[in-house]
């Protein structure tokens, strides 16, 4: 069980801008280390990779699934284009651990902070937006299921 | 082959006749590899734009001021122009239209409408863009007609021997693309429409992506229907022309109803208009029609040879250039192609590969590119594709390959 209050999505927030603020704006190496990030998010199970997990909206593909751990929600996600993979890793980072009351509560300004809308293009904010979508959802489905069992 | 001497000292001045093209994204010179999506504005279509709101702007045809007038002998320029540039017999055969889709959306809609019976067929090739698809297949659920698939080849040509068996008495319409937009191949659009007529059915050339790169001489094809879109060769978004042999327009049905198509109204019975006015109802896109004339004379003043000439050499420079790059796959190496090189890199998505080289200032095309059946012949998702105009050039190419070079350093 875990207890120990992780930090808060606003700190790991700020977090994430700090480290691409290292970047010098440039364009070329954010992408670069966006993929970077998606190389290092561990592997989702290939059975979870199915046709009911897929993130409905993204261009490209993404899966997600959830599970709760005691009053925690942790995600696990792939994709099959490494920059999506990369910004999926992100919020990943951001929610893992958290309680669905501050998933659902969440305001995720750090993709404006970073400049990634700037060059990832409508259609991939779009697919960005479905992907927060869903991972609330799942945050709403598991706070419910405690109000339910308590 | 080499580069003509003179066209190629004059890419510069080509070059800075697109004020688009001078600026700088993610803090480099844009390259702008995305012409078979659309093409950049020379500054004399711009111009033509600006000058006809500036003064000209009137209704064409039933104004009997001034600028009525001047609109109308404009609108009626750029019509004649395109036919020329076509080599159609008359004016009164070349329609206006959004584009290309809106061409084929006619030709479907209303030849079928009176064409097109139960049992009867129409060929489309699996080169086909969706525009040059759905409307077929709407217009043979309507008609309870089949449609027919004509086969590509490894390389991504059309398979005319497969193309001859599928032709029958019951065929009544073949449409193909004079050249793919996702492979860049020509077609032998003369001999494919010269089989098709040999079984009485006539053929409609999609020529989105010839525009700006082909001869284009409807008789010397002898084609029944011609579309083009403006945007996709240096002129304006949103207009574009059908061609369409007379004898088979004037027996088609009107297409949509509406004002300027109509003789005389009453509640009884509406008499149409003569052609080619009985195919355009409704205020029609004066502006972008009339700046369209621009584009004809923009392609003519290079002139289709050199510009052929030119694009050829960026074809071959980058066929060598990527194609020798070790992870790179072609995809759609015809003999006969206009300056498109579509490519898959082994274990790296289309899209990051865009994305990566977006980062770098670099335009391109990824995805199925509208023509998901023939991602589905290659057994593929979709390519990366660099399409190429007048006033790319071979520094371009070297700036992709290096680009492309670096993601695939950081992937592999």
Redesign the interface.
């Known amino acids: 069980m875990n207890d120990e209050t992780p930090r808060s999505i606003a700190a790991i927030q700020d977090e994430i801008i700090a480290d691409f603020a290292l970047l010098d704006d ?3 190496m ?3 280390y966006v ?1 970077e990030l998606g190389q290092k998010l561990p592997p989702m199970p290939e059975k979870d990779k199915s046709e009911e997990n897929i993130v409905k909206g993204c ?2 593909r993404v899966w997600l699934t959830a599970r709760l751990e005691s009053d925690r929600v942790y995600f696990t996600a792939d994709s ?5 993979k990369g910004l999926v890793s992100l919020l990943i980072r951001i929610f893992n651990g958290q309680k669905p009351d501050a998933i659902l509560a969440s305001d995720l300004h750090f993709m404006n902070a970073i400049g990634m809308e700037r ?3 409508t259609q991939r904010s779009n697919g960005f937006s479905a992907m927060i979508r869903q991972m609330k959802m799942y945050a709403l489905a598991f706070k419910t299921k405690m109000e339910i069992g308590s | 082959m080499a580069l003509p001497a003179t066209l190629s000292t004059d890419i510069k001045k080509i070059r800075e006749e697109f004020p688009v093209l001078s600026q700088k994204v993610n803090g480099r010179d844009l390259v702008y590899f995305d012409n078979a999506a659309t093409s950049q504005k020379p500054r004399q279509v711009i111009q033509a734009l600006v000058d006809y709101y500036q003064t000209t702007n009137a209704n064409i045809h039933r104004g009997i001021h001034t600028l009525a007038e001047r609109a109308t002998k404009a609108y009626e320029e750029t019509r004649e122009a395109a036919r020329a540039f076509i080599n159609a017999e008359s004016a009164e055969e070349i329609i206006f239209v959004r584009g290309v889709t809106e061409a084929i959306n006619l030709v479907a809609s209303s030849y079928s409408r009176a064409f097109l019976k139960e049992g009867d067929e129409v060929i489309i090739s699996a080169l086909e863009h969706h525009s040059n698809i759905v409307p077929w297949q709407l217009a043979c659920e309507q008609q309870k007609a089949t449609l027919r698939i004509i086969p590509v080849t490894d390389k991504g040509e059309i398979d005319l021997e497969a193309y001859g068996k599928l032709l029958s008495e019951r065929t009544r319409i073949v449409a193909v693309n004079h050249a793919s937009n996702t492979l860049g191949t020509v077609n032998p659009i003369a001999e494919i429409t010269r089989m098709a007529h040999a079984h009485g059915a006539v053929v409609l050339i999609d020529g989105a992506q010839a525009g700006a790169h082909l001869d284009i001489d409807v008789k010397a094809i002898d084609c029944d229907f011609y579309c083009l879109s403006a945007h996709k060769m240096y002129g304006p978004t949103g207009t574009g022309i059908l061609y369409g042999k007379r004898k088979l327009l004037d027996a088609m049905p009107p297409y949509q109803g509406g004002g300027e198509m109509i003789k005389d109204v009453t509640f009884e019975k509406t008499t149409y208009n003569e052609l080619p006015y009985k195919f355009e109802a409704g205020t029609p896109n004066i502006a972008d029609v009339i700046a369209y004339r621009e584009a004809f004379r923009f392609i003519l003043g290079i002139g289709r040879e050199a510009i052929r000439a030119h694009e050829h050499d960026l074809l071959v420079y980058a066929t060598e250039k990527l194609g020798s790059m070790p992870s790179v796959r072609l995809v759609g190496t015809a003999p006969e192609k206009v300056g498109v090189v579509s490519f898959v890199v082994e274990g790296i998505h289309p899209f990051d590969i865009g994305q990566m080289l977006d980062a770098r200032g670099i335009a391109v095309r990824t995805g199925h590119h509208c023509t998901q059946p023939l991602m589905e012949r290659y057994e593929i998702e979709g390519t990366v594709r660099a399409s190429f105009a007048v006033y790319n050039t071979r520094d371009e190419i070297d700036q992709l390959a290096e680009g492309l070079q670096r993601v695939i350093n950081f992937v592999k």
């Not at chain 1, 099959?80 to 999506?84: K, P, R």
């Open positions: 440039d364009a070329e954010k992408v670069l993929m261009q490209s099959n284009t490494a920059i999506t060059f990832i293009g």
